[in-house]
């Protein structure tokens, strides 16, 4: 899409590691709308690299809908906090941002999320977090491997169950920092999640799987062996 001095643009914005994922089917979503597409995390455009574009162009204004193809990825809040920032960090002449305020379920949605989206630009103290600040007080971070393979093979629903039971277990992000990430390797033992810095990798992680993580390893301290993926060392 090209951006002129006086246009409002679209984006759609895919927010989840699942939307990384399916990246093909996303930008044909976005041409089909008259978009175009940037995402949160894990994958290229970034939205801030989207967002410099425009502001390089001139362009007036950028009206972003976001997206998620999965339960792992931030709440609708956190795209209309990302924008903020970036305004904020620009501000004038930069184009006026706005946000949906939920994201799209159906292509039909498209056009009254576009009516209805949100300036950002006027800030305030609700745009920002006290969990961007401080570096959380976690003793262990788990890590779920959400490349194609991983995804494929049913990583967000590992991925949900882990969170589910760590919930269960009363384990916060001051005891376990939950990350999903690209692509880990080996991508023939998928889902692939890794315990740091235990240093414990396990294979095949279905959610009956990351349940028995969480009891055994994450609470009780014993990695679990009929997971545990061998460790070689360069």
């Known amino acids: 899409m090209t951006a002129t001095a006086t246009s409002t643009v679209h984006v759609l914005v895919g927010t989840s590691p699942t939307d990384a994922a ?3 089917a996303l930008r044909s979503l976005a041409a089909d709308l008259g978009a175009d597409l940037a995402f949160l995390q894990l994958a290229a455009p ?8 425009y502001a390089a162009a001139g362009t ?3 009206i972003l809908v976001g997206v998620s193809g999965g ?29 949906a305020t939920s994201y799209l379920d159906d292509p039909a949605q498209w056009h ?3 009516r209805t989206a949100r300036d950002v630009t006027d800030g305030g103290p609700g745009l920002t977090s006290p969990a961007w600040q401080d570096v959380p007080g976690h003793t262990r971070q788990v890590f779920v ?17 882990l969170v589910v039971a760590m919930m269960d277990a009363g384990l916060d992000d001051d005891d376990v920092l939950l990350t999903q990430t690209g692509c880990q390797f080996p991508c ?11 240093d414990v990798w396990y ?32």
């Open 22 to 24: 399916r990246l093909p």
């Open 46 to 53: 970034s939205l801030g690299a989207v967002l410099d574009r």
């Open 60 to 62: 007036h204004r950028v």
């Open 71 to 99: 339960s792992g990825g931030p709440g609708v809040s956190w795209l209309r906090r990302i924008a903020a920032d970036w305004w904020r960090t620009h501000g004038d002449p930069a184009p006026r941002v706005a946000t």
């Open 112 to 114: 009254q999320l576009v």
């Open 145 to 161: 491997c959400r490349g194609p393979r991983c995804t494929a093979a049913g990583a967000e629903g590992s991925a949900r169950a």
């Open 188 to 198: 023939n033992q998928a889902p692939v999640v890794s315990v740091q810095p235990d």
């Open 203 to 234: 294979g095949k992680v279905d959610e009956d799987g990351a349940a028995e993580i969480v009891s055994e390893h994450l609470v009780a301290g014993r990695p679990v062996p009929r997971l545990r993926l061998p460790r070689r060392r360069g």
